[in-house]
């Protein structure tokens, strides 16, 4: 029937760090740990120059981050030339099938994801709420790491830009965190929003 993009991601969302040459700035990861540790819900935003590390950090903090659930959102992937990862419906659709495919065994769904932005948009509300409730029932949390924001409005020309459905901090539950990549003015943009 050619569905098969209802069901799977558009993209890969994996950074390559060279684990032999890594060297964390130590002062962000504590940070950045800090933050993962006192925050239950909203954003956590990791901003700086370019070539500072923020993917890299990012990418090996939540790699090896015990008794949470990561999603992971490259909108730039260094060698990968696909224009669409700032789409707002590319976004969306990956997040819902990312998030449906962690949930919790007896609540996990798989039928196709709608095809509209605006029902997207409800679908991942469904997903943070699934989410929140085994959050208050095991304490298992969830991060969705969104990286490489400032890449979007700089190198990408999105019809709706994904930054237009960050979703707002209010509407983030308990037990899911969304935690921002990107250079300084890389949430200019989404500022309204968040």
Same mark, same amino acid.
């Given at each position: 029937l050619g569905w098969s993009g209802r069901f799977d991601l558009t993209f890969k969302h994996?950074? =390559?760090?060279? %684990? #032999?040459?890594y060297q964390p700035v130590d002062a962000t990861v504590? %940070? *950045?740990e800090a933050a993962l540790n006192s925050i239950d819900s909203g954003y956590v935003a990791?901003?700086? =120059? =370019? !070539? @500072? !590390?923020k993917s890299t950090t990012l990418t090996q903090v939540l790699r090896y981050r015990a008794h949470v659930r990561v999603v992971r959102y490259y909108a730039y992937v260094r060698g990968d030339t696909a224009q669409d990862r700032g789409e707002s419906h590319a976004f969306l659709h990956a997040l819902c099938l990312s998030l449906r495919s962690i949930a919790p065994p007896l609540r #996990?769904?798989?039928d196709a994801l709608p095809d509209t932005r605006e029902e997207l948009l409800e679908a991942l509300a469904s997903e943070f709420?699934? *989410? @929140? %409730?085994?959050? #208050?029932?095991? !304490?298992?949390?969830t991060i969705i790491l969104v990286d490489g924001l400032d890449h979007i409005e700089r190198e990408q020309s999105p019809? #709706? @830009?994904?930054l237009n459905d960050?979703?707002? =901090? /209010?509407?983030i539950p308990k037990g899911v965190?969304?935690?921002? !990549? /990107?250079?300084?003015?890389g949430l200019d943009a989404a500022a309204p929003s968040l």
């Open positions: 994996d950074f =390559p760090v060279d %684990e #032999r040459l504590v %940070e *950045l990791v901003v700086g =120059p =370019p !070539g @500072s !590390g #996990r769904r798989w709420a699934v *989410l @929140s %409730e085994d959050w #208050r029932t095991t !304490g298992t949390r019809v #709706r @830009s994904l960050l979703p707002h =901090p /209010t509407t965190l969304v935690v921002l !990549g /990107t250079q300084e003015g």
